[in-house]
């Protein structure tokens, strides 16, 4: 019977559109039909929706069918999309507030109906009343504190309440809202408006969207909100501890920069709308009670709506969308292994090393050059030795010829045969070419002159490539050292992380065989007591740092002004940051999930942002790395760079031995034949 009646006012309505001139006369005879004048002011309803807060779409909570037909009719007639809903039936407030509706939608409730007071407490359950709904309270005769008692506690700074009250000869339309119910702070009024009925006369004193704005909201009266904030230090309670710490300039034990930066923020806050927060320590920021949902630390806190605003950020996870609401995002979160490179911590073998200014396939075709050298050397000797022994019987047989002297043959053949020499001495001599160590004999044959000169000027060019690359690796600054977790996990250094919850965390919890093999090589073995520990405080670790062969992992805005103060400006430039471990990202400023705050907040921040607040505060909390101001370091070459030129050493003396030993065993054998 319901729906054939809202069909039948779907009717009316197409009546209406067609014949607006009469739309007053139908309207009558619909009242008459139902034969009772509406409980709630149909006209104080159009001006409502159409005049003050201007929706296209309605949805009304009403116990009497003749008073939400009627209320509809009007409605309809004022081209609104009405959705009626009877307060005592069986309904699902989610199925029907589904925060998806089409533009502005303003909710009306005559709460003198019995079910009025269960469906504001769903709404209130729910967070109805937020900058989604205009709401409508038809509160004739009734007390706005009996209507919305303290135990409505989501009444807040956006609430969006429209309370209608009646003197003698008009209606009153009030905005309401609170600072915050759950804090029993009290219900505030503002006159939005007065309806006369006879006359019909509306009587704006003040726009309905600026007192529902920023403006007229801003002042909470020195409002206690709850606040929770993290500091990993032990017997951390009261809220005087916490504020005395975290409004320190200074770096504290326990206290990560981005929470200082945060309390910071909430400090403009507080002075921009006059409240105060006593606040509650946590040790850490996330966690699950076992299997369970159930959330730990500070996400857990703020999740439960325990704090209604936390002096921390929070970590970007997609599963904390749905729980939490961003009111700003600001600060880069940047962790970083610190440490000073050292020659030995050079990962590619370069650091002095001999070999290191050709590759591999240089030295190789080298080598195989010289050898090719030696072997077109050996042949042409061995054509020269052909072509004089042939030149050597002619000349025999031609002084035979002219019978000329002996002494003269016997000078002739030292002379020939004194630039003769064996393959290994032929090697010596390219050897010595390439060393630029000279050659004596000088080879008297052109062919052998002409294979000197190329090995020189091969020698020449090569030798200048070598030492300019020797010399500009020992005096250039590149050498980085690791550049990855993976490379800190095998390189010599040690290794500790700053004493603070996250790491903690993320030890426990990461599956990522980085972490595990990082845990297992370098945070499982003991340390002496002359070392610093798995944990450890920033100020402990920098005089590891200068001493090197040792890298701190903390949040590296911590560590500069340290850094600036103790090193100079050497160890400046070999200070070296590989990060990795955790991401780098830029933090969450959470409140509960449709907060009551959440948007009062979030347009303060966004002010601040604008004005070049916001940004001040970043360059007082996030100081740049010093700069490097030495030219260049030299680096000694370390025993790992000369290691190859002592291996080479090595082999040439195995070898003599072994030829000695080839050369003993050659003369016996000749012996005993």
């Not at 920021?285 to 996400?299: E, P, V």
């Amino acid at each position: 019977m319901l729906y054939k009646k809202v069909d039948l006012l779907k009717h009316h309505r197409k009546i209406f559109e067609m014949h607006s001139s009469d739309s007053v006369v139908v309207l009558t005879l619909v009242s008459i039909f139902f034969g009772k004048v509406s409980s709630m002011e149909s006209s104080l309803l159009i001006d409502y929706t159409t005049r003050l807060i201007k929706t296209e779409q309605s949805i009304m909570f009403a116990c009497s069918e003749q008073d939400m037909y009627l209320n509809v009719v009007q409605l309809m007639a004022a081209n609104q999309f009405v959705q009626p809903v009877h307060i005592n039936s069986s309904y699902d407030l989610r199925s029907v507030l589904t925060r998806n509706n089409y533009a502005r939608t303003s909710v009306i409730v005559d709460t003198t109906c019995e079910g009025a007071s269960k469906l504001l407490k769903e709404a209130s359950a729910n967070r109805y009343f937020n900058k989604t709904y205009q709401w409508l309270l038809w509160g004739v005769d009734m007390n706005i504190n009996d209507l919305l008692p303290i135990e409505l506690d989501y009444v807040g700074p956006n609430a969006q309440l429209t309370y209608v009250n009646k003197t003698k000869d008009d209606y009153c339309l009030w905005d309401v809202h609170s600072k915050g119910r759950q804090l029993k702070s009290p219900l505030e009024l503002h006159l939005i408006a007065r309806v006369s009925t006879e006359p019909h006369k509306l009587v704006i004193f003040k726009d309905i969207y600026e007192l529902q704005g920023i403006k007229y909201r801003n002042q909470f009266n020195g409002l206690t909100l709850r606040g929770a904030s993290v500091i990993d230090q032990e017997d951390i309670f009261t809220n005087q501890q916490i504020e005395a710490i975290l409004s320190r300039p200074t770096k504290d034990s326990g206290v990560a920069a981005f929470i200082k930066y945060h309390y910071e923020l909430l400090s403009l806050l507080r002075d921009l709308f006059n409240f105060t927060v006593n606040f509650r320590n946590s040790r850490g920021w996330a966690g699950r009670l076992g299997n369970t949902t159930f959330r730990l630390g500070l996400l857990g806190i703020i999740m439960r709506n325990e704090a209604d605003i936390a002096a921390s950020g929070a970590f970007n996870r997609i599963n904390r969308f749905a729980e939490f609401d961003t009111i700003h995002q600001s600060w880069k979160f940047e962790t970083a292994f610190l440490f000073r490179f050292t020659p030995d911590l050079d990962t590619h073998g370069k650091s002095g090393n001999f070999l290191a200014p050709f590759s591999r396939q240089v030295w190789l075709f080298i080598l195989a050059t010289l050898f090719g050298i030696n072997s077109i050397w050996l042949l042409l000797d061995y054509l020269g030795k052909r072509w004089l022994s042939q030149a050597k019987q002619c000349i025999e047989e031609r002084i035979l010829n002219i019978k000329k002297t002996n002494n003269i043959n016997l000078t002739a053949e030292k002379s020939t045969t004194k630039c003769q020499g064996n393959w290994t001495e032929r090697i010596l001599h390219t050897f010595g070419a390439v060393c630029q160590q000279g050659m004596e004999p000088i080879p008297s044959d052109m062919s052998s002159r002409s294979i000197v000169v190329t090995v020189f000027l091969f020698s020449v060019v090569m030798y200048n490539y070598y030492t300019s690359s020797v010399v500009g690796g020992l005096l250039s600054s590149s050498d980085l050292g690791p550049a990855t977790v993976a490379e800190i996990t095998s390189s010599p250094l040690k290794v500790s992380f700053e004493d603070i919850g996250y790491y903690k965390v993320l030890f426990k919890e990461s599956a990522n065989p980085i972490v595990t093999r990082l845990i297992s090589k370098k945070l499982s073995a003991s340390r002496g007591p002359n070392e610093m520990g798995v944990y450890g405080h920033i100020e402990d670790a920098v005089p590891y740092l200068k001493s090197g062969g040792f890298a701190f992992h903390c949040e590296v805005v911590d560590a500069y002004p340290i850094i600036a103060e103790l090193f100079d400006a050497n160890e400046i430039c070999d200070l070296r940051e590989v990060s990795g471990l955790m991401e780098v990202e830029i933090l969450n400023w959470i409140v509960n999930k449709n907060s009551q705050y959440t948007e009062l907040f979030r347009t303060a921040m966004c002010k601040a942002r604008e004005v070049g607040l916001v940004e001040r505060l970043l360059r007082q909390r996030q100081m740049k790395k010093p700069e490097c101001q030495s030219l260049y370091t030299v680096y000694p070459v370390t025993i790992s760079g000369v290691s190859s030129a002592f291996l080479t050493l090595l082999s040439g003396v195995l070898l003599a031995f072994f030829a000695l030993c080839l050369e003993i065993a050659s003369v016996k054998w000749k012996f005993r034949r």
